[in-house]
């Protein structure tokens, strides 16, 4: 269905459509064209670090992150109960057994919980910086100094939240804040962890290029057209992310006063507005009716099939089922339009 409000639109304002058909007459279309660079080292500028490996998707930047680490069977890896299913299934992917921790009522993982999931197999923690709040990242560095782990953050929903731990993952889907319609990047100040990642992504050629490949690895490689759209986006980050803020501020100004609804804690840059909502369901049917698109929240880990533990109802992270959606929310969105969607919202509960 067309929603006239969807939940996300990409803002193509810049110099997307230049970049990609230069890419086009130039004839660098594969990922060996000069924009996958230029991004990656415009990225790690921006982030306040040394390296950036661009590659197809957030999920393909956190499974290299792991890899380069040598995680692997027998491993463990601490990932929030309440995250979208890529951030463990990236651990999965290597061998490596994630081990779930529970989240605070701001959806971020509850850092006091961590050290109770440490064993000897633990390797590394993944913080996600869910709906682009940051996770209590001062804590969870004290935790992994402590333990020698390492700490790759997920932060596939968080660009401009700067990163402090070893690697920092980010998704460039056509949702994300700035995107390259699909795409992942993953920045590091670690000369050797990027070097590897470097490798990972493509196949593992050796230098010599003789088609001996030491380690099984992957076609994970982003292309100079997607690149190209990257590094449009990329220029205009901070339009977007003050945008964005803006946007939040509007929604938290004109929901607080309806009763039925209960707005979420301030993010550190905002992905998705979250909030959480009486009669959810009923609320998403009307509100789509108006043309208005929401979403629910991810859903436990320990719910999902593959990671089942008959226990998760008893999780913080289960108790947001009831309530929680969140609303449109791009760059492009308007006070106008969202005028017209707490409009409808008012609407609904005015009726009930
Ligand atoms: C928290 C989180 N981690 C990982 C991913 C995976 O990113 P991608 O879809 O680019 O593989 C996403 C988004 O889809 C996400 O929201």
Redesign the pocket.
């Known amino acids: 269905m067309e929603y006239k409000y969807p939940v996300s639109k990409p803002s193509l304002k810049g110099k997307e459509l230049e970049y990609v058909t230069k890419a086009i007459n130039d004839g660098w279309i594969s990922s060996q064209g000069p924009y996958v660079q230029e991004f990656e080292k415009a990225f790690a500028e921006f982030n306040g670090v040394k390296h950036g490996v661009a590659c197809s998707?957030?999920?393909?930047a956190?499974t290299i992150a792991l890899r380069a680490l040598n995680i692997g069977p027998g491993d463990e890896v601490i990932v929030p109960e309440f995250?979208?299913i890529?951030?463990a299934w990236a651990v999965t992917y290597t061998g490596a057994k994630p081990v779930f921790v529970d989240c605070k009522d701001d959806l971020t993982i509850d850092a006091d919980l961590i050290e109770e999931k440490i064993t000897s197999r633990t390797r590394a923690i993944m913080p996600?910086h869910?709906y682009g709040r940051q996770c209590d990242m001062e804590k969870i560095m004290d935790i992994a100094y402590n333990y020698n782990l390492k700490v790759i953050e997920?932060s596939?929903?968080a660009h401009g939240v700067k990163p402090t731990g070893d690697m920092a993952c980010f998704?460039?889907?056509a949702n994300k804040i700035i995107s390259a319609g699909?795409g992942?990047v993953c920045v590091t100040n670690d000369d050797h962890l990027a070097k590897q990642m470097v490798h990972l992504r493509a196949m593992a050629f050796t230098p010599e290029h003789n088609f001996i490949h030491k380690k099984i690895a992957y076609n994970f490689r982003m292309t100079n057209l997607q690149a190209g759209v990257a590094l449009a986006q990329l220029e205009r980050i901070e339009e977007m992310l003050a945008k964005r803020k803006k946007i939040e501020d509007i929604y938290d100004e004109k929901l607080k006063n309806i009763k039925q609804i209960k707005v979420m804690p301030k993010r550190n840059v905002l992905w998705m507005y979250d909030l959480l909502a009486e009669n959810k369901h009923a609320l998403q049917k009307h509100l789509e009716g108006c043309g208005i698109e929401t979403r629910q929240f991810f859903k436990p880990m320990s719910q999902q099939p593959m990671y089942y533990d008959p226990n998760w109802k008893t999780l913080n992270a289960a108790k947001f089922g009831h309530s929680g959606i969140y609303l449109p929310t791009y760059a492009d969105l308007t006070e106008e339009d969202q005028e017209y969607i707490v409009s409808k919202i008012k609407e609904f509960y005015d009726k009930i």
């Open positions: 998707s957030g999920t393909a956190l995250t979208m890529a951030s996600v869910i997920d596939a929903e998704s460039l889907f699909e992942g």
